[in-house]
């Protein structure tokens, strides 16, 4: 079965079966090796709100991902 095929038949479910499964796809997914410290996000935070960085869309995230 294909992803495209999964999102067909995912649509059909109620919420409360689409909320199921999105439990069981994220408890499946293994933890990720780089670790984010709260002062990495304070920092980048800042830098966000003294115009250092500029953020993005998560749409335009997904575009220069190529997704």
Known sequence: MTV???RE????LSDQ???LLAGDILASIA???YDVS???VIE???EL??????DISFDEL???LGR
Request: cysteine-free; glycine content about 4%; proline content about 4%.
């Open 49 to 54: 709100e003294e115009g250092k960085v500029q």
């Open 44 to 46: 980048r935070v800042q």
């Open 38 to 40: 709260d002062d990495e």
């Open 31 to 33: 933890p990720s090796t």
């Open 4 to 6: 495209d095929q999964i």
């Open 9 to 12: 038949q995912v649509v059909l």
């Open 17 to 19: 079966e689409k909320s």
């Open 62 to 64: 997904k575009r220069r």
